[in-house]
T-cell receptor, first 113, second 114 residues
Framework: KNQVEQSPQSLIILEGKNCTLQCNYTVSPFSNLRWYKQDTGRGPVSLTIMTFSENTKSNGRYTATLDADTKQSSLHITASQLSDSASYIC????????????FGQGTELSVKP | DAMVIQNPRYQVTQFGKPVTLSCSQTLNHNVMYWYQQKSSQAPKLLFHYYDKDFNNEADTPDNFQSRRPNTSFCFLDIRSPGLGDAAMYLCATNRGGQSYNEQFFGPGTRLTVL
């Protein structure tokens, strides 16, 4: 069964600190992995997208890594800001028509002053 | 700017009263999706259109229907909303052709059922 699992479920950090979110998946055949940021009451916004041949991709203070062998990904946030408070969702796409996405449950990040 | 637009942003309906949610896109994408997202849960795919080809998820209740009259617009019809249908409904688009393409999400419509 295609699944995406994220940890931790929630995380509280102080402003300015770094953090790393984890994602494990069992989707096959694998096409790509995305990290989305979803603010409360808003739609998800894409942060990074990686195929199996990519190990790391950065978007400003966000850096995603992918290990296609172990089927693990991480999202590292550097120098966190209050505006980083959101849900971070790991999403994996399988090789099929229409680009169906398999969503993780998300990690709820709260950045405190 | 090219984008995915959802109207209304907030919708209140009564138990059993039909409601229609609207999504439009200026991206000229082939694929349009409807997701249901309940509080603290991941979005759940209801169905998607690949051009005019409708693809329903196996566990989507019959109470949920969709229409795509043209490339730009897609509607979600809930024929008899129940209290359990209160959720955020997300529309998304994808260029199609290969699953690498990014899905662009709209801001969502939050549905309240009284």
């Amino acid at each position: 069964k295609n699944q995406v699992e994220q940890s931790p479920q929630s995380l509280i950090i102080l402003e300015g600190k770094n953090c790393t979110l984890q994602c494990n998946y069992t989707v096959s055949p694998f096409s790509n992995l995305r990290w989305y940021k979803q603010d409360t009451g808003r739609g998800p916004v894409s942060l990074t997208i990686m195929t199996f041949s990519e190990n790391t991709k950065s978007n400003g203070r966000y850096t995603a890594t992918l290990d296609a062998d172990t089927k693990q990904s991480s999202l590292h946030i550097t120098a966190s800001q209050l505006s980083d408070s959101a849900s971070y969702i790991c999403v994996v796409s399988a090789m099929n028509k229409g680009g169906k996405l398999i969503f993780g449950q998300g990690t709820e990040l709260s950045v405190k002053p | 700017d090219a984008m995915v637009i959802q109207n209304p942003r907030y919708q209140v309906t009564q138990f059993g009263k039909p409601v229609t949610l609207s999504c439009s896109q200026t991206l000229n994408h082939n694929v349009m999706y409807w997701y249901q997202q309940k509080s603290s849960q991941a979005p759940k795919l209801l169905f998607h259109y690949y051009d005019k080809d409708f693809n329903n998820e196996a566990d989507t209740p019959d109470n949920f229907q969709s229409r795509r009259p043209n490339t730009s617009f897609c509607f979600l019809d809930i024929r008899s909303p129940g209290l359990g249908d209160a959720a955020m409904y997300l529309c998304a688009t994808n260029r199609g052709g290969q699953s690498y393409n990014e899905q662009f999400f709209g801001p969502g419509t939050r549905l309240t059922v009284l």
